[in-house]
Structure formats: C-alpha cells, structure tokens
Antibody, heavy 120, light 111 residues
Framework: QVQVVESGGGVVQPGRSLRLSCSTSGFDFSTSGMHWVRQAPGRGLEWVAVIFHDGSKKFYGDSVKGRFAISRDNSKNTLHLQMNSLRAEDTAIYYC?????????????WGQGTLVTVSS | IVMTQTPLSLPVTPGEPASISCKSSQSLLHSEDGFTYLDWYLQKPGQSPQLLIYRTSYRASGVPDRFSGSGSGTDFTLTITRVEAEDVGIYYCMQRLEFPLTFGGGTKVDI
C-alpha cells in the first residue's frame, strides 16, 4: 500500500536551516506530483509547495517563497524540503503528501507529519 | 484566492444531516477543461487529513456515500446525509485552480 514517511524535523534556532525528507513506497513515485502542507500548533492547514512528477515545475506558498526549496530524487523515491532563514512562524507539523496525477492534483495520501519547532 | 468556510463550529446529532459551506473569492472554474477545482478534506482528531471529495463532487475511493459535494463558481457545500460518530473532526476545503493553493480555515464538527 501507499506509504509516505517524513523525517528530519526537530528544534532549530531562528535564521538557521533544516532539511526535511519524505520516503515513499507502494506506488510509482516518478509519476506522481508531491506536495508539502504544514499545520501550525492548533491552527489550520497551509499549503507549502508542490513539485511535478519529473521535477520540471515547482510552486510555493507566499509565506515560504524564496526561503524554502522543494526537490525530489526519483531514483530514491524521496522528496525533500530545504528550509532556510527559518522563523518562529514556520513552527508546524509538516506533511508530505502525494498528488493524484503528474502535477498538482488533489492530495490522495498524506504522511503522519514531522514537527519543526523554530525557537531560540 | 481566499477560501472562507462557515460555520466555524458545527454541533451535530448522529443520524441527522449536516452541511458545511465554502466560498471562494473568485470562481474556481477552469476555463479550458471545465472542471471546478475544489476539494474537501477531513482531519479526524489526532490524525493526518484525509481526502473526501475532489473537483467539487467526485467522492474519493473508500469514502462513504453519505458524503457528497456540490456547488459551482464560488459557492460550495459539503453535505453529510446522516452523521455518524466517526465523522467528527475538522473539515477543510481547498482550491487548486491557481497558485498559491489555499485552504479554508476549517469547520470543526462534533457531536
């Protein structure tokens, strides 16, 4: 079955960087777009970024544009989120999620999330 | 695109119907393919979100048929014909017409 497992979360100081990873299995990763979605403590869902199946296109939410970078390694079935210049407001659970189809389809599978805490 | 959900909180009674509204600040109708890019997700307590409805009215695999989505343009509704106890959680709408993709603020449904 489809599995999506995030890793790399933790506590980081403001201004520093962190790289999240998402390991996948149970489906053809190279034919699926992939999203990152986050949820601040006690808050709603916020879309972060999407990458097309072949990495050809990437789109970002306004609050992370220029600071975060989404990437993928289709040979390793792995998705990444490089987060730079982190701020307190980036504190959230970060979900890796599969898009239906090649690009930015609806999210049909979600990981369990990894918690990122930005604090001094 | 700003997504606005109402109500914020919805007390429900098992066996009774329930509905949630989602309004977008602009039409979600794609001019080329004719689809309307509005999805619904449910986040049960302590869990990751799960897909319920995509493209306004298409029920996701495994979703009970008591859930249905409707609407067009800027006004959308998620309807539960007969609420069950397992339906509690926070419901979110999401638009995928244009970037950045955006979620509604959520509607908390509880018994």
């Amino acid at each position: 079955q489809v599995q999506v497992v995030e890793s790399g979360g933790g506590v980081v100081q403001p201004g520093r960087s962190l790289r999240l990873s998402c390991s996948t299995s149970g489906f053809d990763f190279s034919t699926s777009g992939m999203h990152w979605v986050r949820q601040a403590p006690g808050r709603g869902l916020e879309w972060v970024a999407v990458i097309f199946h072949d990495g050809s296109k990437k789109f970002y939410g306004d609050s992370v544009k220029g600071r975060f970078a989404i990437s993928r390694d289709n040979s390793k079935n792995t998705l990444h989120l490089q987060m730079n210049s982190l701020r307190a407001e980036d504190t959230a659970i970060y979900y890796c999620a599969r898009a239906a189809g090649f690009s930015y389809g609806h999210i049909d599978h979600w990981g369990q999330g990894t918690l990122v805490t930005v604090s001094s | 695109i700003v997504m606005t959900q109402t109500p914020l909180s919805l007390p429900v009674t098992p066996g009774e119907p329930a509905s949630i509204s989602c309004k977008s600040s602009q039409s979600l109708l794609h001019s080329e393919d004719g689809f309307t890019y509005l999805d619904w997700y449910l986040q049960k307590p302590g869990q990751s979100p799960q897909l319920l409805i995509y493209r306004t009215s298409y029920r996701a695999s495994g979703v009970p048929d008591r859930f249905s989505g409707s609407g067009s343009g800027t006004d959308f509704t998620l309807t539960i014909t007969r609420v069950e106890a397992e339906d509690v959680g926070i419901y979110y709408c999401m638009q995928r017409l244009e970037f950045p993709l955006t979620f509604g603020g959520g509607t908390k449904v509880d018994i």
